[in-house]
């Protein structure tokens, strides 16, 4: 989902949009490498953002904002193309900068949101047996669908134009109910009480709180367990022989 919320399309269309607004090739060329540069410092922004926040509000205000800069860039560069098909410089540049604004907003926000959250998050919640693997699962399957998208980007900008950051907007508007619905909070928590967070047998972030919670009120000793080395929750199947319990002995319905 990262590489769908707009930064492949912007990385291809960016120039273009710049060329639009009636800056000649060297000097879009020139802001096009400005804009990579506030792309890069942005990223600093999760430094004194991301503990204070969560990880989820981090990637909700993310798409927000993304979502917004991909609809006007690409509502701007509709007008800009228009205008310039009528003859009109000054409103065609007036359109062309406007959206030239939006791929800076765009891209600052993509740089302290959902640039670092998906990388950082499959590091939290994986069990420490399979952590490494599953890093590794994650980066291979970022190269597939990096590669295809960037394949694809070309095709769609030849076929429907600026329409295509209008989807990559909607991708934005999806992300929001995906990270409300599959992605429980990872911030301040101890990479023991993964464990338990992950522990409900069901990938909705609501069963898992739930789940998390009860663990931890009716088996107070189950995180200590945890702390001292001792497997807790079944990496497979969440919960020991697929009963409400921890591979510790406590259960959901008490001690045992």
Same mark, same amino acid.
């Given at each position: 989902?990262?590489?769908?919320?707009?930064?492949?399309?912007?990385?291809?269309?960016?120039?273009?949009?710049?060329?639009?607004?009636?800056?000649?090739?060297?000097?879009?060329?020139?802001?096009?490498?400005?804009?990579?540069?506030?792309?890069?410092?942005?990223?600093?922004?999760c430094v004194f953002t991301l503990d204070r926040i !969560?990880?989820?509000?981090?990637?909700?205000?993310?798409?927000?904002?993304?979502?917004?800069?991909?609809?006007?860039?690409? !509502?701007?560069?509709?007008?800009?193309?228009?205008?310039?098909?009528? !003859?009109?410089?000054?409103?065609?540049?007036?359109? %062309?900068?406007?959206?030239?604004?939006?791929?800076?907003i765009f891209t600052s926000t993509f740089g302290a949101?959902?640039?670092?959250?998906?990388?950082?998050?499959?590091?939290?919640?994986?069990?420490?047996?399979?952590?490494?693997?599953?890093?590794?699962?994650?980066?291979?399957?970022?190269?597939?669908?990096?590669?295809?998208?960037?394949?694809?980007?070309?095709?769609?900008?030849?076929?429907? !134009?600026?329409?295509?950051?209008?989807?990559?907007?909607?991708?934005?508007?999806?992300?929001?109910?995906?990270?409300?619905?599959?992605?429980?909070?990872?911030?301040?928590?101890?990479?023991?009480?993964?464990?338990?967070?992950?522990?409900?047998?069901?990938?909705?972030?609501?069963?898992?709180?739930?789940?998390?919670?009860?663990?931890?009120?009716?088996?107070?000793?189950?995180?200590?367990?945890?702390?001292? %080395?001792?497997?807790?929750?079944?990496?497979?199947? %969440?919960?020991?022989?697929?009963?409400?319990?921890?591979?510790?002995?406590?259960?959901?319905?008490?001690?045992?």
């Amino acid at each position: 989902m990262q590489e769908w919320v707009g930064i492949a399309g912007v990385t291809i269309y960016a120039p273009t949009i710049f060329s639009i607004a009636g800056f000649d090739s060297k000097k879009f060329q020139w802001i096009s490498g400005l804009n990579n540069i506030f792309y890069m410092f942005s990223t600093l922004i999760c430094v004194f953002t991301l503990d204070r926040i !969560g990880r989820r509000n981090t990637l909700y205000w993310g798409s927000v904002a993304q979502g917004i800069a991909m609809f006007l860039a690409g !509502g701007f560069s509709r007008l800009a193309i228009d205008a310039t098909d009528a !003859g009109d410089a000054s409103k065609a540049s007036g359109y %062309g900068a406007a959206a030239a604004s939006m791929i800076f907003i765009f891209t600052s926000t993509f740089g302290a949101t959902w640039l670092t959250v998906p990388w950082l998050y499959p590091a939290e919640i994986f069990p420490l047996a399979v952590r490494a693997k599953g890093n590794a699962w994650g980066v291979v399957g970022w190269s597939i669908r990096n590669g295809w998208l960037t394949l694809l980007c070309p095709v769609m900008f030849g076929a429907i !134009g600026e329409k295509t950051l209008y989807i990559f907007g909607v991708a934005n508007a999806l992300s929001l109910p995906m990270v409300w619905a599959l992605y429980p909070e990872s911030n301040q928590r101890t990479l023991e009480e993964m464990d338990l967070l992950f522990a409900a047998g069901t990938p909705w972030n609501w069963d898992a709180e739930r789940t998390f919670a009860q663990l931890k009120e009716q088996n107070p000793g189950l995180l200590q367990a945890a702390r001292h %080395g001792h497997a807790v929750v079944d990496p497979e199947d %969440g919960l020991v022989d697929g009963k409400p319990r921890a591979a510790s002995g406590f259960s959901l319905e008490g001690k045992e």
